[in-house]
């Protein structure tokens, strides 16, 4: 299991992805967000295949696919959240925290 809590950022929403897996292949994506944008899009984000999500180009994803009817924001960092919580529900990645350091 992989728990990944996204801070958007300015727009001050929260996500938290829960992605499972019994077979480390299959993964099973149960979320939360205060976006009422990515709200829209619970329905249809709710599984994948680990294997065939990650290593495809970033446009032929599911969750680009999903994701970018919805949200507003081409930087929102939903996108990689999603592909964080798949790649260690399904025995691909470590589980490690990712930052962005904004400056201006």
């Not at 929403?13 to 967000?33: H, L």
Request: charged share 15%; hydrophobic share 45%; net charge neutral.
């Amino acid at each position: 299991m992989a728990t990944v809590t996204v801070h958007a950022g300015v727009c001050g929403f929260v996500t938290t992805i829960t992605a499972t897996s019994d077979d480390g292949q299959n993964v099973s994506i149960a979320w939360k967000t205060t976006c009422p944008h990515a709200e829209k899009a619970k329905a249809e984000l709710t599984g994948v295949d680990a294997f065939t999500e990650i290593f495809r180009k970033p446009a032929e994803t599911t969750v680009y696919a999903v994701l970018s009817r919805y949200l507003v924001h081409t930087a929102c960092p939903l996108y990689s959240g999603f592909f964080k919580a798949i790649e260690v529900a399904g025995g691909l990645a470590l589980p490690r925290n990712v930052t962005m350091k904004i400056e201006a």
